[in-house]
């Protein structure tokens, strides 16, 4: 028996009450009822494995969470003005999993409200406004995020690109000019932000700062050539700017091999921003930074945030740290990572469409072409790989400027049974696909 209100009174209900710009997943919109780790089950009581969402960090309705929540939310919950061991403890513990300059935490409660924060904090210490961002990126739905953010201000919808606002290339490897020695894509990408900088010079002008997801993920689950970061962070504070790390999608142990993805390319930021996975689906989010910029920030107006901070979302926050340290979650989500994109690249011998596998520990992407050698995206065949493998039970996304690449960002409790399912159902929905498309 389904639960609750049938599909079509809840589509007719959102369209009548609901902001007419909120998107629904798949042509057939799928009601889920319940969630327990890695699988998501919906009102036929059908499960489905959860290949795409990134928040469920531990997996779906995780006990531990859930009981620290309910804990502390049964106990007292109030706002920072007051003292409270969980704001502390969390601090503690958050920030020990950054390098030692990054000492000093904010909380809030969204992706969006850290990269605002971010903002304010890199006024206080630059007193400046120009930003450098990469193109096609998204950092958040707030109107000043949306101008910082390509992915929006340049797509449908967008007002265009403001004057305070520099796009530098995405650093996508895979698409480099064949010209370019692997070695050198690093350097040659950064070129892109020198050319920023030198720009705004001969305006006498200079950049506040650079913000950068750590592994651009709208962009198409683009891993930074070596040495980009290293390069580009020299240049901007060589020109006087802070180098602000958005961790909210890749952040927190995804790619396994350490906490935070910056940490892969041998950079420490001046500010870290990081939401989704730290709560597991409470919203809690934060900003790391230094003592010196925290400093500045402390210029007589007090900072207040009437959730961020509070018992119970500190509760959360440090249920799921323990769970992660305590069930080694990052080592499995390196191992479990590596078993997929072995698969995928088996799979990418026997499937001429799949042009490129990338990935990191469960942070991954496969990019669909029409020839691999002109890399011309296969955008309906990712879409229907994307909507057979949901046929199929497993959920999974399209990303990119051409949607042309599938993302996946399963839980960092993902077992190599939940990876073997995935595999399979992957590789049966390509065999369909390409049939079909002959
Ligand atoms: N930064 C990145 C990289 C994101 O992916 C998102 C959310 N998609 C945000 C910021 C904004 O986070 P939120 O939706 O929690 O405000």
């Given at each position: 028996k389904r639960s609750g209100r049938s599909h079509e009174e809840i589509l007719r209900l959102r369209k009548e009450?609901?902001?007419?710009?909120l998107s629904i997943s798949y042509d057939r919109p799928i009601k889920f009822v319940r969630g327990e780790g890695a699988w998501l089950i919906d009102d036929r009581g059908r499960a489905y494995l959860d290949c795409f969402n990134n928040v469920c960090h531990i997996g779906h309705a995780h006990p531990a969470v859930v009981e620290a929540m309910a804990r502390q939310a049964s106990t007292l919950n109030t706002n920072t003005r007051y003292l409270h061991d969980n704001i502390v403890a969390y601090a503690e513990r958050l920030t020990a999993t950054m390098p030692k300059e990054l000492a000093v935490a904010g909380f809030v409660n969204s992706g969006s409200e850290a990269n605002g924060l971010a903002l304010r904090l890199m006024r206080a210490y630059t007193g400046r406004e120009n930003a450098i961002v990469i193109d096609w990126a998204y950092h958040g739905t707030t109107q000043e995020l949306i101008e910082i953010s390509a992915y929006k201000f340049r797509r449908k919808g967008g007002k265009g690109q403001k004057p305070h606002v520099h796009v530098a290339t995405v650093p996508d490897s895979y698409h480099a000019p064949a010209d370019w020695p692997i070695e050198e894509h690093g350097k040659r990408f950064a070129e892109s932000v020198a050319d920023l900088i030198a720009a705004m010079k001969a305006r006498d002008e200079a950049p506040g700062f650079f913000l950068a997801e750590s592994i651009p993920s709208v962009a198409g689950q683009v891993f930074l050539p070596d040495g980009y970061l290293k390069e580009v962070y020299r240049m901007v504070r060589e020109a006087g700017g802070v180098c602000i790390a958005d961790e909210v999608q890749v952040g927190f142990g995804r790619v396994g091999s350490h906490w935070w993805a910056f940490e892969t390319q041998g950079v420490v930021p001046d500010i870290v921003t990081t939401g989704k996975p730290i709560g597991n689906g409470h919203p809690v989010a934060a900003v790391i930074t230094t003592r010196e910029i925290a400093s500045s920030f402390n210029n007589g107006m007090e900072f207040f945030n009437t959730f961020g901070g509070n018992p119970v979302s500190c509760a959360v926050g440090l249920a799921v740290l323990d769970v992660i340290e305590g069930e080694d979650l990052r080592r499995n989500a390196l191992e479990i990572g590596n078993y997929l994109i072995t698969a995928f690249r088996a799979m990418q011998e026997r499937y001429e469409v799949i042009g490129d596998v990338r990935g990191l520990g469960l942070f991954l992407g496969i990019e669909l072409v029409a020839d691999r050698r002109t890399k011309a995206p296969a955008t309906e065949i990712a879409r229907a790989v994307s909507n057979g493998a949901r046929q199929r039970g497993v959920l999974m996304g399209t990303e990119g400027p051409h949607d042309n690449v599938l993302k996946m960002r399963p839980p960092?409790?993902?077992?190599k049974r939940d990876a073997d399912h995935l595999i399979a159902v992957l590789d049966e929905t390509f065999i369909a696909v390409l049939e079909r498309a002959g």
């Open positions: 009450l609901l902001l007419p710009n960092m409790i993902f077992s």
